[in-house]
């Protein structure tokens, strides 16, 4: 079976939006790791001592999954199955 042109430009712009989901959801996660380590670090006025570190290390690894893990999971969901 042979695509047509509009079916094949569909698949492209499909493609090139699952990319740059892909990629906001990395470039966000490190952001968050990024606010994390900062909140660690105790940048912020709003928290303080010990549970400036321990709220800084939760939104941390909340950032490191959505670097690392959710792009995985949904290219996964996005592949395209085997004909």
Not at 31 to 55: C, D, E, H
Request: glycine share 10%; hydrophobic share 55%; charged share 20%.
């Amino acid at each position: 079976m042979t695509e047509t042109a509009d079916q094949k430009a569909a698949r492209e712009a499909a493609a090139k939006g699952r990319f740059i989901a892909l990629n906001m959801f990395r470039l966000s996660g490190v952001a968050i790791v990024l606010f994390g380590f900062m909140i660690m670090a105790q940048k912020f006025g709003f928290v303080a001592g010990q549970k400036a570190k321990i709220m800084g290390a939760i939104i941390a690894t909340v950032g490191l999954f959505q670097a690392l893990i959710v792009p995985r999971i949904l290219g996964r969901a996005w592949r395209t199955p085997p004909e």
